[in-house]
């Protein structure tokens, strides 16, 4: 069985490299394309979906913007099994800084050059949201093309979802990207940030070898 995996906004797949999956299972990573100009949200997810093949079962996993990527093919190919890491369901489930960045259109009003920053501002601002306690928390984000990175926050701000019942949901106790407490989980990790996959990468791999065998 093949397993499409799709990592965080601007992440690579060091984030996820240290899971472990069952080792009949075939593991595609799927990279992150750069947005053409003005490109739709809908387009996009058609783009990223074209490398997976829906003549056989496969299963979809996805980690914080990949999560909700995941979700979107799944409308367009429908998965056997969907599992998102450290995202959301549907927007009902962001948090209040998410929904007041929509209203304020934060990220029309930021010049495009602030996203290819990397000042320490910008630095503290990353550390504290996903890992205070991770020093080297801008290693595993090194998809920096700042139109990229404005039209995902952008894509983000604005997606709509309503929660399909057969995703699986796995979520941080501490997350702040997406604090728990606007959420479900069907899983819940203790004394976990954003960085989860990671920092309880075998905590994380034993709840996987139990839903994608």
Do not use: C
């Amino acid at each position: 069985m093949k397993v499409y995996v799709i990592s965080g906004l601007g992440a690579d797949f060091t984030v996820l490299e240290k899971l472990k999956f069952n080792p009949n299972l075939d593991i595609i990573f799927i990279e992150w394309l750069i947005p053409t100009q003005n490109e739709s949200f809908e387009n996009y997810v058609k783009r990223m979906a074209e490398s997976i093949s829906a003549t056989e079962e496969f299963y979809l996993l996805g980690y914080s913007f990949g999560g909700i990527l995941v979700q979107e093919i799944h409308k367009l190919k429908p998965a056997k099994k969907v599992v998102i890491l450290g995202s959301i369901k549907s927007d009902s489930e962001k948090s209040f800084a998410m929904k007041a960045g929509k209203i304020t259109k934060i990220t029309k009003i930021l010049p495009l050059k602030f996203y290819g920053a990397i000042s320490t501002e910008y630095y503290g601002f990353i550390r504290k949201l996903f890992d205070s306690k991770n020093a080297n928390v801008m290693t595993y984000f090194r998809v920096r093309d700042p139109y990229y990175l404005q039209w995902s926050i952008q894509n983000i701000l604005d997606w709509k979802m309503e929660k399909m019942p057969e995703v699986i949901q796995i979520l941080a106790e501490k997350d702040l990207v997406f604090p728990l407490k606007n959420s479900q989980p069907d899983y819940v990790i203790k004394d976990a940030t954003h960085l989860f996959p990671l920092t309880k990468h075998k905590e994380v791999s034993k709840i996987l070898a139990e839903i994608l065998v």
